[in-house]
Every structure is written in C-alpha cells, then in structure tokens.
Nanobody, 125 residues
Framework: QVELVESGGGLAQAGDSLTLTCAAS????????MAWFRQAPGKEREFVAA????????YYADSVKDRLTISRDGAKNTAYLQMNSLKSEDTAVYYC??????????????????WGQGTQVTVSL
C-alpha cells in the first residue's frame, strides 16, 4: 500500500508557473508508475500526465503537452508536475495517482489503485 499527499497548489495568474508535489510513503516507490489527473468543476476527472517506474517514459494529454512536465525523484519518493504558462482552463483539483500495473493503459483512471486527496489550482486571467 502507498499513501500519496499532494501539495503546491494555489492561486496563480495566467502565464505563471506552479510546481505540484506528490509525496509517496509505503511500499517501494520505484515499483509504481505515477500520474496526475485533474477535475474541474462540473467536469469528469481527466488524465494530465504519467511517468513510468524508471522515469524514462512520460505521457501527456494533448491539452497540456509542451506546458506541463511530469518527473519523479526516487531518492525523495516524490513525483512532480511542473506547470508553465498557466491558463484559466488549467483551473481544477489536481490528483496524484499510483499503480503497479505498468502494463495497463496509464492514461486511464481505472488503472490506478492509489490516489491522493487532491490540491486545488486556480488560475485567474
């Protein structure tokens, strides 16, 4: 089992940058693929980015590609989401997720067994 705690959300202006952090505890961090999802008010949870166990492979939603970067630090048991050139449409609750099922589609929420409590990101114009 792994526990995930997100931090780093907050209020930003369009064009700003934010870095979200997901601290993992429990089983060996290196056995988990990590991902970020987000959910805006009135919308379904959507995939943002995912990273392989080694960190060598990353996946992004088309809407965030080239602006957001997912990374991980095995020594710190932490995953990150660097968010640049923020837009109002990035406003959402951002969730960190983890799975050992590396062979499944990492863009699907149902692939993930563990979720954090979420951190709010609000981008104003």
């Amino acid at each position: 089992q792994v526990e995930l705690v997100e931090s780093g959300g907050g209020l930003a202006q369009a064009g700003d940058s934010l870095t979200l952090t997901c601290a993992a505890s429990g089983r060996t961090f290196s056995t988990y693929c990590m991902a970020w999802f987000r959910q805006a008010p009135g919308k379904e949870r959507e995939f943002v980015a995912a990273i392989s166990r080694s960190g060598g492979i990353t996946y992004y939603a088309d809407s965030v590609k080239d602006r957001l970067t997912i990374s991980r630090d095995g020594a710190k048991n932490t995953a990150y989401l660097q968010m640049n050139s923020l837009k109002s449409e990035d406003t959402a609750v951002y969730y960190c997720a983890a799975t050992t099922k590396y062979y499944f589609n990492l863009r699907l929420a149902r692939t993930y067994d563990y979720w954090g409590q979420g951190t709010q990101v609000t981008v104003s114009l």
